[in-house]
Antibody
Framework: QVQLVQSGAEVKKPGASVKVSCKASGYTFTNYGISWVRQAPGQGLEWMGWVSAYNAKTNYAQKVQGRVTLTTDTSTSTAYMELRSLRSDDTAVYYC?????????????????WGQGTLVTVSS | QSALTQPASVSGSPGQSITISCTAT?????????VSWYQQHPGKAPKLIIY???KRPSGVSDRFSGSKSGNTASLTISGLQAEDEADYYC????????????FGGGTKLTVL
């Protein structure tokens, strides 16, 4: 069965960086992409970007462009989300989600399997 | 960039039907079958319930249905049950590109 298992909760100081992992199993990793979605406390879902596991192509939301990097390691079927220059409003639960891609590009906003979420707290 | 507008809350009694709307500000959104819907219970990860405007993933109850007219997509839940009480989000592309996406603000469904 398809599973996405994320790394544990993080506490960071403003200005620091965080890297969250998402290990996939139960499917051919390179046939899909991974999207990252975050949810601030009591708020809605915010799409951050996607990475194709086939060719490492990425696309980011304008709001986080320049501060976020999405990568994959096909040898371990793991995706990573690194967010830099953390601010207090980056405090959120971060989810990875499997995303359909074709030819190395992900063009369907559909997320059929989700990780359990990783709480990132930014506080001085 | 397109935004997706949802009502903040809707409610209904058990057995009734409700509809949640998702209206895009970009006129291009209506040209593509790219709206998906998610159900999220408190403290849980979201769950895909509708994709490509109207399709239902395997295992999702047929009480959930999607539709679209112009720039407005809709999620209808028929035969409301207590377990349907949750937050619901639509998602589509952001208008300038099919590779950049956005979620609606979410709708809290209360089953009375």
């Amino acid at each position: 069965q398809v599973q996405l298992v994320q790394s544990g909760a993080e506490v960071k100081k403003p200005g620091a960086s965080v890297k969250v992992s998402c290990k996939a199993s139960g499917y051919t990793f390179t046939n899909y992409g991974i999207s990252w979605v975050r949810q601030a406390p009591g708020q809605g879902l915010e799409w951050m970007g996607w990475v194709s596991a086939y060719n490492a192509k990425t696309n980011y939301a304008q709001k986080v462009q320049g501060r976020v990097t999405l990568t994959t390691d096909t040898s371990t079927s793991t995706a990573y989300m690194e967010l830099r220059s953390l601010r207090s409003d980056d405090t959120a639960v971060y989810y990875c989600a499997r995303t359909y891609c074709s030819g190395g590009s992900c063009y369907k906003p559909e997320f059929d399997y989700w990780g359990q979420g990783t709480l990132v707290t930014v506080s001085s | 960039q397109s935004a997706l507008t949802q009502p903040a809350s809707v409610s209904g009694s058990p057995g009734q039907s409700i509809t949640i709307s998702c209206t895009a500000t970009s006129s291009d959104v209506g040209s593509y079958n790219l709206v998906s819907w998610y159900q999220q219970h408190p403290g849980k990860a979201p769950k895909l319930i509708i994709y490509e405007d109207i399709k239902r993933p395997s295992g999702v109850s047929d009480r959930f249905s999607g539709s679209k007219s112009g720039n407005t997509a809709s999620l209808t839940i028929s035969g409301l049950q207590a377990e349907d009480e949750a937050d619901y989000y639509c998602c589509s592309y952001a208008g300038t590109s099919t590779f950049t996406w956005v979620f609606g603000g979410g709708t809290k469904l209360t089953v009375l």
